[in-house]
């Protein structure tokens, strides 16, 4: 082949991989375009709060316990645990409150250590609170 000069097929294939190569390794250095942040005023709810006591906060498995709230919807349904199991609700009254509710400790934590601490929660909805009790013999 005359008037071709030697290597130039080389440079006809390399040059356009070396171009292909620096704009692979350009696109990965591109940032990718921003994600949208919403600035201002946040549209997420701030957790309800709600309390609750317990009287007495120790005593034996089979004793009554009167449970005391506030803190939740007027009106609303609320349900007491002692460790997970449901022991019993109340309604509350026009300001959120309920007072003195009856709940008696299962007779299955009979077994339990004397000393062992639970938790009586009491719920609706999304408004939870809980308190400590102490079992005794």
């Known amino acids: 082949m005359r008037g071709r000069r030697p290597g ?5 294939v390399l040059v356009p991989l070396a171009v292909l190569a620096g704009c692979a390794q350009r696109t990965a250095l591109v940032p990718k375009p921003d994600v949208p942040v ?26 009554e316990v009167r449970l005391s709230g506030e803190g939740y919807p007027a009106g609303a349904r609320v349900v007491f ?4 199991r449901r022991v019993g609700d109340a309604t509350t009254d026009a300001a959120g409150r309920f007072a003195g509710a009856p ?12 000393g062992a601490q639970f938790v009586f929660g009491a719920t609706s909805g999304p408004f939870y609170a809980e308190t400590p009790f102490v079992l005794t013999r």
Request: hydrophobic share 45%.
């Open 103 to 114: 709940v008696v400790v299962p007779d299955s934590f009979r077994d339990a250590e004397p």
């Open 8 to 12: 130039l097929s080389a440079v006809l």
């Open 38 to 63: 919403r600035v201002g005023a946040s549209s997420a709810a701030v957790a309800p709060t709600a309390q609750l006591v317990a009287r007495p906060n120790a005593g034996r498995a089979g004793d």
């Open 81 to 84: 645990t002692l460790h997970g």
